[in-house]
Protein backbone atom coordinates (compact mmCIF):
# COMPACT_ATOMS: atom_id res chain seq x y z
CA UNK A 1 0.00 0.00 0.00
CA UNK A 2 1.78 3.34 -1.06
CA UNK A 3 2.35 5.98 2.16
CA UNK A 4 0.49 9.14 2.05
CA UNK A 5 3.24 10.60 0.99
CA UNK A 6 4.19 9.35 -1.96
CA UNK A 7 0.62 9.43 -3.34
CA UNK A 8 0.18 12.00 -5.94
CA UNK A 9 -1.50 15.07 -4.70
CA UNK A 10 -3.50 17.47 -7.07
CA UNK A 11 -1.70 20.82 -8.82
CA UNK A 12 -2.56 23.68 -7.83
CA UNK A 13 -4.76 25.72 -9.98
CA UNK A 14 -2.12 27.52 -12.53
CA UNK A 15 -2.10 31.69 -10.77
CA UNK A 16 -2.85 33.76 -13.54
CA UNK A 17 0.05 35.80 -14.77
CA UNK A 18 0.84 39.57 -14.10
CA UNK A 19 0.60 40.22 -18.20
CA UNK A 20 -2.66 38.44 -17.79
CA UNK A 21 -4.22 40.37 -15.69
CA UNK A 22 -2.97 43.60 -17.01
CA UNK A 23 -4.58 42.53 -20.74
CA UNK A 24 -7.91 42.11 -18.69
CA UNK A 25 -7.74 45.15 -17.15
CA UNK A 26 -6.66 46.97 -20.93
CA UNK A 27 -9.46 45.14 -22.46
CA UNK A 28 -12.20 46.70 -20.06
CA UNK A 29 -10.55 50.43 -20.46
CA UNK A 30 -11.12 49.84 -23.84
CA UNK A 31 -14.34 48.97 -23.57
CA UNK A 32 -15.75 51.69 -21.07
CA UNK A 33 -14.30 54.07 -23.24
CA UNK A 34 -15.47 52.74 -26.25
CA UNK A 35 -19.09 52.49 -23.96
CA UNK A 36 -18.50 56.50 -23.71
CA UNK A 37 -18.10 57.09 -27.40
CA UNK A 38 -20.74 55.23 -28.39
CA UNK A 39 -23.19 57.20 -25.81
CA UNK A 40 -22.09 60.56 -27.23
CA UNK A 41 -23.27 59.49 -30.29
CA UNK A 42 -26.35 58.86 -28.72
CA UNK A 43 -25.96 61.99 -27.88
CA UNK A 44 -25.37 63.72 -31.34
CA UNK A 45 -28.84 61.85 -32.14
CA UNK A 46 -30.60 63.61 -28.96
CA UNK A 47 -29.34 67.14 -29.91
CA UNK A 48 -30.76 66.36 -33.94
CA UNK A 49 -34.23 65.84 -31.77
CA UNK A 50 -34.29 68.63 -29.54
CA UNK A 51 -33.44 70.97 -32.66
CA UNK A 52 -36.22 69.52 -34.75
CA UNK A 53 -38.17 69.91 -31.91
CA UNK A 54 -38.52 73.75 -30.39
CA UNK A 55 -40.78 72.70 -27.54
CA UNK A 56 -37.16 71.38 -25.93
CA UNK A 57 -35.31 74.41 -25.66
CA UNK A 58 -36.53 75.72 -22.11
CA UNK A 59 -34.03 76.27 -19.99
CA UNK A 60 -31.08 74.04 -18.90
CA UNK A 61 -30.68 70.40 -20.47
CA UNK A 62 -30.63 69.62 -16.83
CA UNK A 63 -33.06 66.98 -15.80
CA UNK A 64 -33.31 66.68 -12.01
CA UNK A 65 -35.59 63.99 -11.55
CA UNK A 66 -33.26 61.65 -14.31
CA UNK A 67 -30.10 62.62 -12.22
CA UNK A 68 -31.47 61.86 -8.76
CA UNK A 69 -33.25 58.01 -9.77
CA UNK A 70 -29.40 57.31 -12.27
CA UNK A 71 -27.89 58.23 -8.83
CA UNK A 72 -29.80 56.29 -6.56
CA UNK A 73 -29.60 53.10 -9.07
CA UNK A 74 -25.67 53.56 -8.75
CA UNK A 75 -25.56 53.23 -5.07
CA UNK A 76 -28.07 50.41 -4.94
CA UNK A 77 -26.27 48.24 -7.59
CA UNK A 78 -22.56 49.33 -5.85
CA UNK A 79 -20.26 46.93 -4.38
CA UNK A 80 -16.48 45.69 -4.45
CA UNK A 81 -13.59 47.52 -3.61
CA UNK A 82 -14.12 50.87 -5.61
CA UNK A 83 -14.86 53.68 -3.18
CA UNK A 84 -18.48 55.08 -3.80
CA UNK A 85 -16.94 58.14 -3.67
CA UNK A 86 -14.79 57.59 -6.87
CA UNK A 87 -17.96 55.92 -8.34
CA UNK A 88 -20.27 59.29 -7.43
CA UNK A 89 -17.86 61.56 -8.99
CA UNK A 90 -17.65 59.92 -12.54
CA UNK A 91 -20.95 58.98 -13.02
CA UNK A 92 -21.49 62.92 -12.12
CA UNK A 93 -18.89 64.02 -14.45
CA UNK A 94 -20.30 62.03 -17.05
CA UNK A 95 -23.22 63.65 -16.86
CA UNK A 96 -22.51 67.20 -16.61
CA UNK A 97 -20.02 66.69 -19.66
CA UNK A 98 -22.77 65.11 -22.05
CA UNK A 99 -25.24 68.00 -20.61
CA UNK A 100 -22.58 70.68 -21.61
CA UNK A 101 -22.25 68.88 -25.00
CA UNK A 102 -25.93 68.93 -25.27
CA UNK A 103 -25.88 72.50 -24.36
CA UNK A 104 -22.87 74.40 -23.53
CA UNK A 105 -23.58 75.92 -19.91
CA UNK A 106 -21.03 77.92 -17.01
CA UNK A 107 -21.74 77.42 -13.29
CA UNK A 108 -21.80 80.38 -11.25
CA UNK A 109 -20.48 79.77 -7.84
CA UNK A 110 -20.86 81.87 -4.10
CA UNK A 111 -17.88 81.52 -2.63
CA UNK A 112 -17.98 83.24 0.32
CA UNK A 113 -18.59 79.87 2.72
CA UNK A 114 -14.84 79.26 1.47
CA UNK A 115 -13.49 78.93 -2.15
CA UNK A 116 -11.71 75.52 -1.43
CA UNK A 117 -15.18 74.06 -0.56
CA UNK A 118 -17.32 75.71 -3.05
CA UNK A 119 -14.74 74.70 -5.77
CA UNK A 120 -14.14 70.51 -4.70
CA UNK A 121 -18.18 70.47 -4.54
CA UNK A 122 -18.32 71.94 -7.89
CA UNK A 123 -15.02 70.40 -9.85
CA UNK A 124 -16.59 66.69 -7.61
CA UNK A 125 -20.07 66.99 -8.91
CA UNK A 126 -19.14 69.27 -12.89
CA UNK A 127 -15.62 68.14 -13.74
CA UNK A 128 -13.32 70.86 -15.00
CA UNK A 129 -14.98 71.13 -18.62
CA UNK A 130 -17.95 73.17 -17.41
CA UNK A 131 -16.40 76.82 -16.97
CA UNK A 132 -16.42 78.34 -13.43
CA UNK A 133 -17.06 81.40 -12.62
CA UNK A 134 -16.86 82.99 -9.08
CA UNK A 135 -19.04 85.60 -7.24
CA UNK A 136 -19.01 87.08 -3.80
CA UNK A 137 -22.62 86.29 -2.52
CA UNK A 138 -25.44 84.58 -3.36
CA UNK A 139 -27.01 87.60 -4.94
CA UNK A 140 -24.61 87.94 -7.63
CA UNK A 141 -25.20 83.88 -8.64
CA UNK A 142 -28.66 84.28 -8.87
CA UNK A 143 -28.22 87.59 -10.98
CA UNK A 144 -26.01 85.87 -13.54
CA UNK A 145 -28.09 82.70 -13.79
CA UNK A 146 -31.45 85.01 -14.32
CA UNK A 147 -29.57 86.55 -17.05
CA UNK A 148 -28.90 83.31 -19.00
CA UNK A 149 -30.38 80.98 -21.08
CA UNK A 150 -29.05 77.41 -19.07
CA UNK A 151 -26.50 78.36 -16.51
CA UNK A 152 -26.41 76.62 -13.11
CA UNK A 153 -26.10 78.37 -9.75
CA UNK A 154 -24.22 77.25 -6.67
CA UNK A 155 -24.97 79.13 -3.45
CA UNK A 156 -24.56 77.57 0.16
CA UNK A 157 -27.72 75.76 1.41
CA UNK A 158 -27.46 77.41 5.31
CA UNK A 159 -27.19 81.13 6.40
CA UNK A 160 -23.85 82.79 5.33
CA UNK A 161 -23.75 86.66 7.12
CA UNK A 162 -24.27 89.53 4.84
CA UNK A 163 -25.99 87.25 2.16
CA UNK A 164 -29.42 88.51 2.85
CA UNK A 165 -32.58 86.81 1.49
CA UNK A 166 -31.42 85.86 -1.42
CA UNK A 167 -34.21 83.60 -2.65
CA UNK A 168 -36.76 86.41 -2.92
CA UNK A 169 -35.09 86.90 -6.16
CA UNK A 170 -36.37 83.55 -7.34
CA UNK A 171 -40.16 84.29 -6.35
CA UNK A 172 -41.37 85.44 -10.13
CA UNK A 173 -42.75 83.09 -11.93
CA UNK A 174 -39.81 83.93 -15.38
CA UNK A 175 -37.17 83.62 -11.96
CA UNK A 176 -34.62 80.47 -12.29
CA UNK A 177 -35.30 78.27 -9.14
CA UNK A 178 -33.65 75.77 -6.68
CA UNK A 179 -33.59 72.60 -8.68
CA UNK A 180 -31.18 70.28 -6.66
CA UNK A 181 -29.66 70.08 -3.33
CA UNK A 182 -26.29 68.39 -3.32
CA UNK A 183 -24.32 66.46 -2.21
CA UNK A 184 -27.00 64.44 -3.18
CA UNK A 185 -25.92 60.61 -1.62
CA UNK A 186 -25.29 61.81 2.25
CA UNK A 187 -22.40 60.24 3.92
CA UNK A 188 -19.88 60.89 6.83
CA UNK A 189 -16.29 62.11 5.10
CA UNK A 190 -17.82 63.19 1.99
CA UNK A 191 -14.87 64.67 0.15
CA UNK A 192 -17.49 67.33 -1.42
CA UNK A 193 -19.44 67.66 2.13
CA UNK A 194 -20.29 71.55 1.58
CA UNK A 195 -24.15 71.35 1.30
CA UNK A 196 -25.17 73.78 -1.71
CA UNK A 197 -28.06 74.56 -3.25
CA UNK A 198 -28.70 74.19 -7.69
CA UNK A 199 -30.12 76.66 -9.08
CA UNK A 200 -31.39 77.56 -12.97
CA UNK A 201 -34.34 76.74 -15.32
CA UNK A 202 -35.22 73.65 -15.93
CA UNK A 203 -38.64 72.50 -17.90
CA UNK A 204 -41.21 71.82 -15.26
CA UNK A 205 -41.80 68.32 -16.23
CA UNK A 206 -38.02 67.61 -15.77
CA UNK A 207 -38.17 68.83 -11.97
CA UNK A 208 -38.01 66.15 -9.17
CA UNK A 209 -40.43 67.17 -6.39
CA UNK A 210 -40.41 65.82 -3.34
CA UNK A 211 -38.91 68.46 -1.18
CA UNK A 212 -40.14 71.59 -1.80
CA UNK A 213 -38.64 74.77 -1.31
CA UNK A 214 -40.44 77.83 0.18
CA UNK A 215 -39.64 81.69 0.35
CA UNK A 216 -41.67 83.21 3.52
CA UNK A 217 -41.78 86.01 5.23
CA UNK A 218 -43.52 85.85 8.76
CA UNK A 219 -44.03 88.47 12.12
CA UNK A 220 -43.49 87.22 14.97
CA UNK A 221 -40.22 85.49 14.81
CA UNK A 222 -38.59 84.45 18.35
CA UNK A 223 -36.78 81.76 19.56
CA UNK A 224 -39.84 79.57 20.34
CA UNK A 225 -41.23 80.00 16.25
CA UNK A 226 -37.72 78.89 15.10
CA UNK A 227 -37.75 75.61 17.36
CA UNK A 228 -40.93 74.97 16.15
CA UNK A 229 -40.70 74.81 12.89
CA UNK A 230 -37.15 72.60 12.84
CA UNK A 231 -39.38 69.76 14.41
CA UNK A 232 -41.19 69.75 10.22
CA UNK A 233 -38.55 71.63 8.18
CA UNK A 234 -34.95 72.56 6.89
CA UNK A 235 -35.13 76.41 6.84
CA UNK A 236 -32.72 79.19 6.76
CA UNK A 237 -33.99 82.62 8.50
CA UNK A 238 -32.29 86.32 8.32
CA UNK A 239 -33.81 89.24 10.40
CA UNK A 240 -37.10 91.32 8.83
CA UNK A 241 -37.22 94.65 10.31
CA UNK A 242 -40.81 94.43 10.19
CA UNK A 243 -43.00 93.30 12.30
CA UNK A 244 -40.22 91.74 14.55
CA UNK A 245 -40.19 89.15 11.59
CA UNK A 246 -37.92 86.86 9.48
CA UNK A 247 -37.23 86.02 5.51
CA UNK A 248 -37.21 82.25 5.38
CA UNK A 249 -35.83 80.00 2.89
CA UNK A 250 -37.65 76.87 3.51
CA UNK A 251 -37.26 73.13 2.98
CA UNK A 252 -40.17 70.99 3.45
CA UNK A 253 -39.46 67.01 3.21
CA UNK A 254 -41.44 64.51 1.11
CA UNK A 255 -44.22 63.48 3.64
CA UNK A 256 -45.04 66.88 4.63
CA UNK A 257 -46.86 69.98 3.33
CA UNK A 258 -46.63 73.99 3.16
CA UNK A 259 -49.81 73.65 5.54
CA UNK A 260 -47.84 71.61 8.09
CA UNK A 261 -45.31 74.43 8.50
CA UNK A 262 -47.81 77.14 8.63
CA UNK A 263 -49.18 75.18 11.13
CA UNK A 264 -46.20 74.95 13.22
CA UNK A 265 -45.29 78.67 12.75
CA UNK A 266 -49.17 79.86 13.86
CA UNK A 267 -49.57 77.55 17.24
CA UNK A 268 -45.74 78.74 18.03
CA UNK A 269 -47.13 82.40 17.81
CA UNK A 270 -45.82 83.44 14.05
CA UNK A 271 -47.93 84.78 11.27
CA UNK A 272 -47.01 84.32 7.61
CA UNK A 273 -46.70 87.21 5.80
CA UNK A 274 -46.17 85.98 2.55
CA UNK A 275 -45.19 82.64 0.98
CA UNK A 276 -44.02 81.40 -2.93
CA UNK A 277 -42.77 78.37 -3.79
CA UNK A 278 -38.97 78.71 -5.11
CA UNK A 279 -37.93 74.97 -6.11
CA UNK A 280 -37.77 71.84 -5.24
CA UNK A 281 -35.46 68.76 -4.85
CA UNK A 282 -35.07 65.13 -4.37
CA UNK A 283 -34.89 63.74 -1.15
CA UNK A 284 -31.04 62.65 -0.14
CA UNK A 285 -29.51 59.55 0.00
CA UNK A 286 -28.06 58.44 3.02
CA UNK A 287 -26.00 55.48 2.94
CA UNK A 288 -24.38 53.54 5.57
CA UNK A 289 -20.59 53.87 6.84
CA UNK A 290 -19.79 50.16 5.12
CA UNK A 291 -20.62 51.84 1.92
CA UNK A 292 -17.77 54.17 1.69
Known amino acids: MASATSMTMPKPADKPLLAD ?15 LMQRGEIIDRLIESKRADKSQEIGSAFRPAREADMMRRLVRRHKG ?5 TAESIWRVIISTFTYVQAPFSLHADLTAGDALMRDSARFHFGFTVPFVPH ?3 AGVVAAVSESKGDL ?3 PAFAVASSGAWWSALEFDTAPKIIARLPFVEREDHPAALPVFVISRVAADAMVTEASVWSIRVSGWTAKTAQALSTVADFIAVPDKAFDGAALLVTVPEGKSFADLEKALVNAGASVRSSALV ?3 ATRYTVAADKH
Open 21 to 35: LRKEIDRIDEEMHRL
Open 81 to 85: ILPLD
Open 136 to 138: MGA
Open 153 to 155: GLV
Open 279 to 281: GSH
